[in-house]
């Protein structure tokens, strides 16, 4: 999940607690298709929206 995390552009300089957190938050809480969309690279891990914004609060 980090791997394609980091293939992704806008992520690959991210900090290792945010990759880590959305991450996790991709492997435990996102709602399947969600998680399908993002493994088929039909969604970057932008589109987690709201999920983000709090790991990168969390990583600060």
Known sequence: ???KI???PDMADAPAAVVDCIADWYTTD?????REAFL?????P???GPE???C???AT
């Open 56 to 58: 990168l609060k969390k």
């Open 30 to 34: 996102a709602p399947d298709k969600a």
């Open 1 to 3: 999940m980090v791997a």
């Open 6 to 8: 980091r293939a992704d």
């Open 40 to 44: 088929a690279g039909e969604a970057p």
């Open 52 to 54: 983000i914004l709090e």
């Open 46 to 48: 932008e589109s987690a």
